[in-house]
């Protein structure tokens, strides 16, 4: 329960303090604003309180929006204001500072020397509400109030009979649950999500807040379904395919839905943002694997593009993830690139046809369920590789593009989260260490990660496996990869080095699983990039979130992406031939021991960390 201080004598025939009430808030009244510091103080210390000027008149929902976001430690809209329990002492201080004891005018309006913010909203008379003026001093207390976009919403204060009578008007004019509706789907989305789920799911969402359902238990619905259709997938039969494909586009369904409802009920939280975004390349990759297994009871062995889909999706997000971090607090972030990308978002098909020609889950997971349910596995991964293949060089070409031909000056905050990004262990770190010491890397940092990630490859896909070349390869790559950290990440192409190393270190698994004469390598070989590809992306969203990276110590401890490179080319050059399944047996330890060390910390983290809620409304995955 939260509690709401009302400024002033209720106006008759108001339902504000019924609105208030529906979205959770016990109501108490103030004469002054010495009352209303009592008030305050005498709520518990961990609520959320709101101060509100009793003739307000408005729409529940831009209340709603207002007061109840978890997102924001200060809320505000015309009249009304919010703050959680991280504000309190600033708004305690706000109303230390004001006249003590001078009462309220009897219509509910501040003291006449307590003045709104220039920019601030007023009602009709001029005069500023109490709220608006605590609001105003909050921010000159540093604190961030957030003052929602309400759009066709009303939120205001009227001061007379007249213009109350016609801001009630304005109120009946608007149907306020068919904004919330409208507002509860993704402002940015793909195609076939906007014209072909959310069109209904957005109802499925209303549906589950009426029964009191969290976004978190539908995002476990949408997990549960995908496994099923994983686990259909798996049974290798046209039965199971078609039953597959259905259940994938069901598990869609959900997943459109837990972000619709959280935006619809305002539900968000950390740990939700961070189970939508793990569970969606869960059930994508867990898909993966069911279709390979399927595929092989027919006697068709396709692990190897199942992994190589794996692989080019997860490099895929990293550049996005990469590009995102390295740009978006950019100073003078403009490019001849950019702008003409603007352009053709200004004429609409383009704009649809390029959000398809990239591929996002809703298009790419309705390909994948109708090509499963009439085709083989087989061809569901060769259309898959080809679609993500190009998509990704579209992508990646146009962001080269904007960072060769802008004149942007990264921040050394973009620089850190790339570095994070970077995911090194203690052989990079310690070439970075000794390349600082006795020479200053030349040009860019790029460079040194591409030289070192292509000599492993080769390697990888062309040295002998019982030799020494491809662990020397490894050797070669680690030293490379720390002279590409040994500098901030702040040139031009920089945020390319993340995705270069992920695809060295994926790819090297892959290729060594391939040509191993091991049984089942290349099924363990999936199992340890999924691990993997799990602590990448986790460290991902925790920078996303602003908790900054995984602790070092977590990184050291699986090795970092040079160390992991390194165990698996000398457990290929020991292993890996003589026709035994010692090579699939380390793979399989090997993911395993990354799987509960790195699942293990995040689940920790994200349980207990008290991170301030997220909801993540960046590009379709």
């Not at 109303?95 to 309220?104: D, N, V």
């Not at 203690?426 to 990660?449: F, M, N």
């Not at 992991?564 to 080319?569: H, N």
Request: aromatic share 6%; glycine share 10%; proline share 7%.
């Amino acid at each position: 329960m939260s509690t709401a201080i009302l400024t002033g004598p209720p106006v008759p025939g108001s339902p504000l303090e019924g609105d208030l009430r529906s979205l959770g808030f016990e109501i108490r009244t103030a004469a002054d604003p010495r009352e209303t510091a009592a008030l305050l103080a005498a709520v518990p210390a961990g609520e959320r309180v709101a101060v509100v000027d009793p003739r307000f008149v408005g729409h529940r929902h831009a209340l709603r929006l207002a007061l109840t976001d978890p997102r924001f430690a200060a809320g505000a809209a015309p009249g009304v204001l919010t703050a959680q329990p991280e504000a309190r002492p600033s708004l305690t201080r706000a109303l230390a500072a004001l006249p003590a004891g001078e009462p309220l005018p009897a219509d509910g309006s501040a003291p006449a020397d307590r003045s709104a913010p220039a920019d601030g909203p007023v009602p009709a008379d001029g005069s500023a509400t109490l709220p608006d003026a605590l609001a105003a001093a909050l921010e000159a207390d540093g604190v961030t109030v957030h003052r929602p976009e309400l759009g066709s919403l009303v939120a205001a204060v009227p001061t007379g009979p007249q213009t109350r009578k016609e801001t009630r008007d304005a109120v009946a004019a608007v149907d306020d649950e068919a904004v919330r509706l409208r507002s509860a789907v993704k402002s940015r989305d793909g195609f076939f999500t906007t014209f072909c789920i959310s069109p209904y799911s957005r109802y499925l969402a209303r549906w589950c807040a009426r029964r009191g359902l969290t976004p978190n238990q539908v995002t476990t619905a949408s997990l549960v379904t995908a496994l099923i259709a994983a686990g259909c997938a798996a049974t290798g039969t046209r039965g199971g395919f078609v039953a597959a494909g259905l259940l994938l586009l069901l598990s869609f369904v959900l997943d459109c839905t837990d972000g619709q409802l959280a935006r619809y009920s305002l539900q968000y939280s950390t740990l939700g943002a961070w189970l939508d975004a793990t569970f969606d390349r869960a059930k994508e990759y867990a898909y993966y694997a069911g279709l390979a297994l399927g595929a092989a009871r027919g006697g068709d062995d396709v692990w190897a593009l199942a992994l190589g889909a794996m692989v080019l999706q997860t490099c895929r997000h990293v550049v996005d993830f990469s590009f995102n971090e390295a740009n978006h607090d950019a100073v003078g972030n403009t490019s001849p690139t950019a702008a003409l990308s603007d352009r053709l978002d200004g004429v609409g098909w383009t704009v649809w046809v390029r959000r398809m020609i990239v591929l996002p889950i809703g298009e790419r997971w309705a390909m994948i369920a109708v090509l499963t349910a009439v085709t083989t596995p087989r061809v569901v991964f060769y259309a898959l590789l080809a679609g993500c293949a190009f998509a990704a060089c579209y992508t990646t070409a146009g962001r080269v593009l904007r960072s060769l031909t802008r004149r942007a000056s990264r921040t050394d905050r973009a620089a850190r989260a790339l570095a994070d990004l970077a995911d090194s262990g203690p052989l990079a770190e310690a070439a970075a260490k000794a390349t600082r010491r006795l020479a200053r890397p030349v040009g860019g940092r790029t460079p040194y990660a591409l030289a070192g990630a292509a000599v492993l490859l080769a390697a990888a896909c062309a040295a002998p496996l019982g030799g020494p070349l491809v662990v020397l390869a490894a050797l070669l790559y680690a030293v490379a990869s720390g002279a590409a950290v040994a500098r901030p990440l702040t040139g031009a192409l920089d945020w390319l080095v993340p995705p270069v190393l992920r695809a060295a270190e994926y790819g090297t698994v892959l290729a060594l699983a391939a040509r191993a004469d091991a049984p089942g390598a290349l099924p363990a070989a999936f199992g340890l990039v999924a691990a993997v590809a799990y602590h990448h992306y986790d460290t991902v969203y925790r920078i996303r979130g602003g908790t900054g990276a995984p602790p070092a110590r977590l990184v050291w401890a699986l090795g970092g992406h040079e160390g992991r490179t390194l165990l698996v080319a000398v457990l290929a050059a020991l292993l890996a031939t003589g026709g035994g399944d010692g090579f699939t047996l380390a793979l399989a330890a090997l993911a395993g021991a990354v799987a509960l060390v790195g699942l293990a910390e995040s689940i920790r983290f994200w349980v207990s960390s008290g991170a301030p809620a997220v909801h993540d409304e960046g590009e379709p995955a």
